[in-house]
């Protein structure tokens, strides 16, 4: 059974951080491409960080480049979300994506990130 469980969302002030994780299982973990997209309220789903497999490779949106970076454990099949310099804009529910092709993707329930000004 695929999982992908978010955790590590919460209440910060402006300014402060937060590191989001994303554990899984069920699937081959280091064979696919993992994503960050957040959904703030009245809002579409955004995309807001990319890692390949390997972890080599890795990018952002502009509204995060600078403040956000996103790193993975294959050993520990999880996928991180470093979060610095918070803006209340950033509030959001944070969801993680697991994709190995455009037809094979899987979802995490989402955490939810409050940044208060």
């Known amino acids: 059974q695929v999982q992908l469980v978010e955790s590590g969302g919460g209440l910060v002030h402006a300014g402060g951080s937060l590191r989001l994780s994303c554990a899984a299982s069920g699937f081959t973990f280091s064979t696919y491409t993992l994503s960050w997209y957040r959904q703030a309220p009245g809002k579409v789903r955004e995309w807001v960080a990319l890692i390949s497999s390997s972890g080599s490779s890795t990018s952002f949106a502009d509204f995060v480049k600078g403040r956000f970076t996103i790193s993975r454990d294959n050993a520990q099949a999880t996928v991180y979300l470093q979060m610095n310099s918070l803006k209340p804009d950033d509030t959001a529910v944070y969801y993680c994506?697991?994709?190995?092709?455009?037809?094979?993707?899987?979802w995490g329930q989402g955490t939810q990130v409050t940044v208060s000004s």
């Open positions: 994506k697991a994709a190995r092709t455009t037809m094979i993707s899987y």
